[in-house]
């Protein structure tokens, strides 16, 4: 039987494992590792540059034609005074058949013919293009296929401030139709006509080039 010494010393001692035993202090886990963010795969691209699709250019001179196939190899130069079957020829090659009108008995145009491909229209007089006769350029517009520019840069079209400031000097008239003051202009001289003839620039607004017609003169009324 245990005395009261021997339970206090009883006691003292499962105090003391209780004590001892102790709660250990857990090891922190280590941090979770973030995942690295996904990288969204960059997808191909599928625009192309598109390469403008190569033109012939057509430079009106003062004296011919001057015709430039889309690789810049020369193909013709025509002057006005002559056949005009070589030029529609080669015309009729870069730019395919022309739309062909025969005038006769109208004035400025009579017994004559247009070969016309989009906004450029060839002109000969008579009925054959293989005979010695004359021809003359007119462009109003787009001429698919073709770049057509005289010999100080005039296409129809573009801004006539622009041209006009490296042109001022040459040869000019202006008028008057349907309320607006035209300018036309001589860009490069047909000299057997004199210096007021030859290929002609005009504006119908002194904003835009209209149209390039010739050679004729500035005092024509057609």
Request: glycine share 10%.
């Amino acid at each position: 039987m245990l005395t009261f010494g021997g339970v206090l010393a009883l006691s003292m001692v499962m105090f003391t494992g209780c004590a001892s035993a102790g709660v250990s202090t857990p090891t922190p886990s280590a941090s979770p590792t973030r995942a690295a963010a996904a990288v969204a795969p960059t997808a191909p691209s599928t625009a192309q540059a598109v390469t403008p699709a190569a033109e012939a250019s057509i430079v009106i001179g003062g004296t011919s034609v001057s015709i430039t196939d889309a690789e810049g190899s020369p193909v013709a130069d025509v002057a006005y005074e002559g056949p005009a079957d070589g030029v529609v020829a080669s015309l009729t090659a870069l730019l395919g058949q022309p739309t062909t009108t025969v005038h006769q008995n109208e004035k400025c145009i009579s017994d004559s013919v247009d070969s016309a491909w989009g906004g450029l229209i060839l002109n000969y007089t008579g009925t054959q293009s293989g005979n010695p006769v004359a021809f003359t350029l007119s462009v109003t517009g787009n001429v698919p296929g073709a770049v057509v520019e005289t010999t100080h840069g005039a296409r129809v079209g573009e801004p006539w401030p622009d041209y006009f400031a490296g042109v001022a000097d040459h040869p000019m008239t202006t008028g008057e139709f349907s309320g607006k003051t035209f300018v036309e202009l001589i860009d490069d001289q047909f000299t057997p006509w004199g210096q007021d003839a030859g290929i002609i620039v005009r504006t119908d607004d002194s904003s835009t080039i209209s149209s390039i017609f010739g050679p004729t003169t500035l005092d024509h009324d057609c």
